[in-house]
């Protein structure tokens, strides 16, 4: 179940490796004359790193750049970090940066690296089923500015994208549900085929050869999108269903130091976008009941109250889809189908989001 080679768009030519074994077949990847650094936090460093300097050579003795895991260290003072680590050890526009971790590591590394001597090679190697599907995908980087998620960042192609599921079984329980959320989302805003596959998984019990399929599938509609439209002018915006609400609770669960995972934050995006969706795109009652009864199998609710609700309506006015302060949602007018660019009041989000409140 091997992918590679990809034209993302006409600038840019990223090497992909999916699937069993991906990690074995791409390790002539680099060039054995290359400075590498290998950017991890403190969980890849221990549980990934040695599966990747084992058939890696390269990597033997490359130098190993330190991070605090986690979104709330995904900001400039960590880049400055990095670009500190990297110009200590004399990186060159030549040298290769490889970012193994899960979205925080790709979305950060992808950053430094991008402004990094105005561009140093870099490689992504994402170790998380969320990074996989989805957040390593796309030419993205970005940090979080002024606790609002993604604020500063470059549309910027990494040299290579390395998806192996070996590294999923180093997931804790919440790590691994989390990355589900995304691919629900591609099931929901375009494959009605992968939303039938999800439906009939137990998510504790998943067989190797459905996850697979569910990895591939997700991240081979993700380049199907990307190479439409890079620099999300157009199409590429659907895949920001479940996000505008859900980059809203992310952002202020974690400044209220009640931190969710990024996906846990989407699924109950999902939800609320679904109910938008019913009431002005022409989702089905028996559809949208349905996305609600398979996200809750997986996501428990998150739990916050009205009075809490004019806060995170104000965080979707930072939303980088606003224009002119009116905010833009993704949503979905059945499942498999998605519509980009419609325009939502703020009463029909607070509408939405009492109905998730109430409706448990």
């Known amino acids: ?9 006409s600038s840019y030519l990223v090497n992909y490796w999916m699937g069993n074994k991906a990690l074995t077949e791409s390790a002539s990847l680099l060039d054995d004359n290359a400075v590498v650094f290998i950017l991890v936090d403190e969980m890849t460093d221990k549980a990934c790193l040695p599966l990747l300097q084992a058939v890696w050579p390269q990597t033997i003795n490359a130098h190993i750049v330190s991070i605090n895991s986690g979104e709330l260290n995904k900001n400039l003072e960590t880049v400055g970090i990095i670009w500190d680590f990297l110009t200590e050890h004399h990186a060159d526009r030549h040298s290769v940066l490889v970012n193994l971790g899960g979205g925080v590591i790709t979305d950060i590394g992808g950053f430094a ?8 090679q870099f490689v992504h190697i994402p170790t998380t089923l969320l990074a996989q599907v989805d957040a390593a995908i796309g030419g993205k980087t970005g940090v979080d500015f002024n606790g609002l998620k993604n604020h500063i960042g470059f549309f910027k192609d990494p040299k290579a994208v390395i998806i192996d599921p070996v590294f999923l079984n180093t997931l804790d329980s ?8 995304e691919v629900m989302k591609y099931g929901l805003i ?5 939303w039938e596959l999800i439906k009939m998984q137990n998510i504790e019990q998943i067989e190797r050869e459905a996850l697979e399929e569910m990895i591939v599938r997700s991240a081979k509609n993700k380049i199907e999108i990307v190479k439409e439209d890079s620099q999300e002018s157009g199409r590429r ?10 980059h809203a609770l992310e952002t202020y669960f974690l400044t209220a130091d009640r931190p969710i995972t990024h996906g846990e934050a989407v699924a109950a995006g999902m939800i609320c976008e679904s109910w938008i969706s019913m009431k002005i795109s022409g989702l089905e009652q028996d559809e949208f009941t349905e996305i609600q009864k398979v996200i809750d199998k997986v996501f428990p609710r998150l739990r916050f109250t009205e009075n809490e609700i004019p806060r995170l309506l104000d965080l979707t006015r930072q939303d980088k889809k606003a224009r002119g302060g009116k905010i833009r949602y993704s949503l979905i007018d059945k499942i498999g189908s998605s519509l980009y660019d419609i325009e939502i009041s703020d009463q029909i989000a607070e509408e939405s989001l009492r109905y998730y409140i109430v409706n448990q």
Do not use: P, V
């Open 174 to 181: 919440r790590q691994w549900r989390s990355g589900f959320a």
């Open 1 to 9: 179940m091997m992918y590679n080679q990809t034209e993302i768009n």
């Open 113 to 120: 690296a991008a402004a990094y001597k105005r561009g140093m």
């Open 190 to 194: 375009m494959d009605r085929e992968l």
């Open 237 to 246: 915006k659907i895949l920001n269903f479940g996000h505008t609400l859900g």
